[in-house]
């Protein structure tokens, strides 16, 4: 039974709402329905909101599988911060204007450790 891993998919599920609304105010204020309209600060809150999409729902999964196979609580617990520190460390520094470069590689970097030690783990556990 999945009893930490709810935790955090609950909130990056916020995390990923406040991106969205950000999206949708970008696109109120520009009067952009469609698209990035050619203006570079819509397409930064798409892509800031769209690399969150592409990469935590695959952590969450692999976060998941580790739990389930039966993982001590330390280690869900920390790639459950792992996923939700990075997500918020790039969604941050890449959102802003300028970009804080080294909070979005601090981010990418956490979010790909947390990748690959859940994939290792879950291998490893699996077999």
Known sequence: MLSITPVYAAL??????ALSVRVIMQR???KISYGDGGNTDMLKVMRTHSNFAEY???A??????????????????LLG????AG???HAYGFGRK???VILRQIGMLLTFAVIVVAAIASLLMAL
């Open 87 to 89: 997500r918020v460390l």
């Open 60 to 77: 969450l999964l692999l976060i998941a599988m580790v739990e389930l196979q039966g993982a001590g609580g330390w280690l869900v617990n």
């Open 56 to 58: 935590a729902p695959f």
């Open 81 to 84: 911060l792992g996923i939700l």
């Open 12 to 17: 990056l599920a916020l995390l990923y709402v």
């Open 98 to 100: 300028p970009q804080i």
């Open 28 to 30: 109120r204020g520009d």
